[in-house]
């Protein structure tokens, strides 16, 4: 099983909802990590877990909150989002020692209204 | 930290060959990347080079690394419409125990028919 899968892959949320993104991996790799894509750009690194542990937040701002229940797992809780926040989320995930060769999931499109 | 950068657009025929190019400022980069996206999908691993690697090719796909230049090229042969989508040049962001990619702008590859 080499895929990256992400729910839901469409949102739609008020500036006031609380919602969860949620990407599951099942190739045993010990690192996760989440990006922003807006249109026409290349995806920004928004949070690195290493086996499970938060390694890396990329000055997010704290609406946005990362979970790594376990190492198939990791979640990104949104809360008070601004319209700005709109884009593609992306997941993925790498090998602890090819830390660079990573695997996306298809992403999720979130609209805030 | 890592800077990458690629041409924004490449429109061939189907069955020419494509070269998508990219530079990079870190030397010390260890692998460098390609990615291709769909639209509205995630990133998919094309391929991958090892710094002390002048080429490597893997079917239709042949990665070029200059690495006195800081240039690496993507080489499609035989294009067909299925390859028309995103590419994306990465590379570690510069400091190894961030394990972080810094992407390029992405390079938009047209095929036609």
């Known amino acids: 099983d080499t895929e990256v899968t992400q729910t839901p892959k469409h949102l739609v949320m008020g500036m006031t909802n609380k919602k969860s993104l949620k990407c599951e991996q099942h190739m045993g790799h010990r690192a996760m990590y989440w990006y922003k894509q807006k249109a026409k750009k290349p995806p920004e690194l928004m949070f690195v877990y290493s086996y499970e542990k938060l390694s890396i937040n990329e000055s997010v701002p704290s609406r946005f909150s990362p979970e790594c229940p376990n190492s198939s797992l990791l979640n990104l809780h949104l809360h008070a989002l601004q319209p700005e926040d709109s884009a593609l989320y992306l997941c993925?995930?790498?090998?602890?020692?090819?830390?660079?060769?990573?695997?996306f999931g298809p992403g999720t499109r979130l609209t805030v209204t | 930290g890592e800077d990458v950068e690629q041409s924004l657009f490449l429109s061939v025929r189907e069955g020419d060959s494509s070269v998508i190019n990219c530079t990079y400022t870190d030397s010390s980069s260890t692998y460098l990347y390609w990615y291709k996206q769909e639209p509205g999908a995630g990133l998919q691993l094309l391929t991958y080079i090892f710094s002390n690697m002048d080429m490597k090719q893997d079917q239709r796909l042949t990665v070029l690394l200059n690495k006195k230049d800081k240039h690496l090229s993507l080489r499609i042969a035989d294009t067909q419409t299925g390859d028309s989508a995103i590419y994306f040049c990465a590379a570690p962001a510069g400091d190894t125990g961030r394990r972080a990619l810094t992407f390029g702008s992405g390079t938009r590859l047209q095929v036609q028919p």
């Open positions: 993925a995930s790498s090998q602890g020692s090819r830390d660079y060769e990573q695997y």
